[in-house]
């Protein structure tokens, strides 16, 4: 406990502290009264010699609003900005602060007026409502004491009062919180990121799915978990009906995202929490809440990709979970809703998106969100816009009008006439291509000299596979394996991977499919696979790596494989191989799974086409020695263009440095095709540089005659390829591969226009 012995607070404490403040929250007086007596209730119940309570007024400015223990002169006179001081660190990272030495903090500032220096420890947390910073709730102590988890928990929930103390205007006036000096009703445009191609106009409908929490404090325990039982039992009957009601609809296989969120939806750890907040004197809202908050506050500083999106799913079923509390549906009312609307949210699951009329539904606008986020795959299915971009929330009004670009990642906020109007071209445009795109779906790959190229898709889920008939790609040149594996709590057994990928091969039918093993680490660790913190996680423990670490897990995959193949055609890519040894263990443990097979009398495949990624340059010298073991190559040309510049493709600041439509690109890719075809090893090519049209064109002209894509790129490229002439390309980049050009975009745009290629 650092400077002494300190009576422990426990749950019983924290019980006996909430009914007192549910006293103070029932009795009368002004918001101002009833925040005084909270301050003082809790530094007499915590044994604090300070409780302060800071309130965010307008500009983002921190206002000290009541204390007790620090000089009453300083309320109301000391003002911090967000940022500033430890209570403005707290503010400003939205998370909770414990320090048994808080001069020490580099965000400490000592402010004279409040005499506050003879304090050594600080606990701090955040007054959230919904997901903005509204104050910053605080506990000293005069000695260095070390916190217990116990007391940040009973301040959190004391937060979560005085937010709606804020929240019903009972201090602060909201209109002066939310005023931002904008001209209201001036046209806006906001940058993002491209979630989901396309474009939409429409009215903006506010996604505000959280429900006001009133009452904090229950009475009765046993009463409150009842009721917590029974909202989830009807919530998880609900989420039930929605799948049903999805599939039914036509969305195409959406079980995989759909049962992963019922599965998040019974997570052991997430409802035990709940349930011991209510045992500890919660009401059944106010426990689902704490533990939303808590779980925010815990996860918001962490950036990766899988985690984030899980954060947003555990906070989708906790407002879906607070709406069956309060007796309401979590479907929306259809009359009040525009016909075009465009859905704006910080953040949505799966579920709320499918909770909309999606015949009214154009765009969606997210906060937070990634493309591999499960609202996006779904959204992606229902060909819906999506545009990621900090800041809607406080910049859009609801019935705003909205122009969602989801090709270029950009937001039109009450566009003017002539960006209406423009918009309207584009729009017409992008269905004339879309209708042109549809008459050639069904016509065959070839250019206009008679060239045959062969489309495929690259897919990592079922919901994926319907797009390979509708958009006439005639196989999956990758199937990535891994994401059903990030969408899961544990490593999946042999017997559900061995379901899984029978029902891939047989929604694909007689096409090929070419399945890549498990490809994770870097941004894409496992949740139940922890190799470390690495300084450089692009370059380490990944992919092939860790499966020949732990071979156990790639043979498991690898078994699954084989046996959902069964007398059908199986084609398996290692990812990530560096040189030919890698791969020679790779296919080691293949044939010792082969043997495992024959000595079961289980069915083989049919055939067996064994490949390998390249994405790693040291392979390139290696060719030799390793083409004459493969039976096909594919370029994954994502990696290979960062590790070729010794760019990371994640850093904003050299993701766009190096154009893959170099002399220097184009030169490896060249010599790879030299050497496939001297070895007759087929070769294809599976990273973005596939599915956009003017690369993809000099990739035929390079010599590839495979490349797959991802289903919206089919139509774009199909329609190029069938404007072009490969022998007159290729005799027009043989001069170029010399040069000392940074890119070759602009001379082979001057050609395709020359030449009448159509993009």
Not at 115 to 135: T, Y
Request: proline letters at 5%; one cysteine or more; a negative charge.
């Amino acid at each position: 406990m650092g400077g002494g012995v300190h009576p422990r607070f426990d749950g019983t404490s924290s019980r006996r502290l909430l009914a007192r403040l549910r006293d103070i929250m029932a009795g009368s007086g002004s918001g101002q009264d009833r925040l005084d007596k909270i301050v003082t209730l809790i530094a007499a119940e915590m044994k604090a010699d300070v409780c302060s309570c800071y309130v965010m007024r307008a500009g983002e400015v921190l206002e000290l609003f009541s204390t007790e223990g620090l000089n009453k002169t300083a309320v109301h006179n000391t003002r911090l900005r967000v940022g500033e001081g430890i209570v403005g660190y707290i503010a400003g990272h939205a998370r909770p602060v414990a320090l048994d030495n808080a001069p020490s903090h580099p965000s400490f500032a000592y402010r004279p007026e409040t005499g506050e220096d003879p304090f050594q420890s600080l606990a701090g947390v955040p007054i959230l409502r919904g997901s903005k910073v509204r104050g910053v709730l605080v506990i000293q102590h005069k000695d260095r004491r070390r916190y217990v988890e116990e007391e940040v928990e009973t301040l959190q929930t004391i937060a979560m009062v005085v937010a709606e103390l804020v929240a019903q205007s009972e201090l602060v006036n909201p209109v002066e919180v939310t005023t931002t000096g904008d001209p209201v009703l001036a046209p806006a445009r906001l940058s993002g990121t491209a979630m989901s191609a396309g474009l939409a106009m429409g009215l903006a409908v506010i996604h505000r799915p959280q429900l006001t929490v009133r009452q904090m404090v229950a009475e009765d325990a046993d009463a409150e978990l009842e009721r917590f039982n029974t909202a989830l039992q009807t919530m998880h009957s609900a989420i039930d009906d929605l799948l049903e009601a999805a599939s039914l609809a036509g969305l195409s296989e959406p079980r995989d995202i759909l049962e992963t969120y019922r599965m998040f939806a019974e997570d052991r750890g997430w409802l035990s929490r709940i349930r011991e907040a209510i045992r500890v004197g919660l009401t059944a809202e106010a426990a689902v809440q704490q533990v939303q908050n808590d779980t925010r506050a815990r996860m918001s500083h962490l950036t990766d990709p899988y985690i984030r999106e899980r954060l947003m799913d555990f906070e989708d079923l906790t407002n879906r979970l607070l709406q069956h509390l309060a007796g309401k549906t979590g479907t929306t009312d259809g009359a009040t809703l525009p016909d075009d609307m465009i859905l704006v949210a910080r953040s949505m699951g799966p579920a709320e998106l499918l909770d909309y009329d999606r015949t009214r539904l154009r765009g969606l606008l997210l906060e937070e969100g990634s493309p591999a986020s499960h609202v996006c795959i779904v959204a992606r299915a229902l060909n819906i816009p999506v545009v990621q971009a900090a800041d809607a929330l406080n910049r859009i009004e609801p019935l705003d009008q909205l122009i969602v670009d989801g090709d270029h990642g950009s937001v039109f906020i009450r566009p003017a006439e002539d960006i209406q109007m423009a918009f309207g071209e584009a729009v017409a445009l992008q269905h004339r291509k879309e209708q042109m795109y549809a008459e050639i779906r069904n016509l065959p790959s070839v250019t206009r000299d008679g060239v045959p190229i062969s489309i495929q898709l690259n897919c990592g889920l079922l919901i994926d596979l319907p797009h390979l008939t509708a958009s006439g790609a005639e196989g999956v040149g990758l199937y990535r394996t891994e994401i059903p594996f990030m969408v899961r709590a544990s490593y999946p057994d042999v017997t559900a991977q061995t379901t899984l990928y029978s029902r891939i091969m047989d929604e694909v039918g007689h096409k090929p499919i070419v399945f890549r093993t498990l490809d994770v680490g870097g941004d894409k660790m496992l949740p139940y696979m922890t190799g470390g913190e690495e300084e450089n996680p692009a370059l380490g423990w990944r992919a092939v790596r860790i499966g020949l670490d732990h071979p156990s897990l790639l043979r498991q995959q690898l078994r699954a494989l084989l046996l959902a193949a069964a007398g059908r055609p199986l084609s398996v890519m290692f990812p990530m191989i560096a040189e030919v040894a890698e791969f020679d263990g790779a296919r080691r443990l293949l044939e010792l799974e082969l043997k495992r097979l024959a000595a079961q009398g289980i069915e083989a495949p049919s055939s067996l086409r064994v490949g390998t990624m390249l994405e790693v340059p040291s392979l390139l010298w290696q060719l030799p020695a390793l083409l004459p073991k493969l039976d096909f190559l594919s370029v994954g040309s994502n990696d290979l263009t960062q590790y070729l510049f010794a760019a990371d493709r994640g850093n904003p600041r050299t993701s766009t440095r190096y154009d893959p439509l170099s002399p220097s690109m184009l030169c490896v890719l060249r010599r790879l095709v030299d050497e496939c075809s001297r070895h007759k090893v087929s070769l294809s090519i599976c990273g973005e540089m596939a599915g956009r049209p003017l690369d993809a064109m000099a990739l035929i002209g390079v010599g590839f005659r495979t490349l797959s894509m991802s289903p919206p790129s089919v139509g774009p490229v199909k329609t190029m390829l069938r404007s072009l002439d490969v022998a007159a390309l290729r005799q027009y980049m043989s001069g170029l591969y010399t040069g000392a050009d940074h890119s070759l975009r602009d001379k082979l745009k001057t050609f395709g226009k020359d030449h009448g290629v159509i993009f």
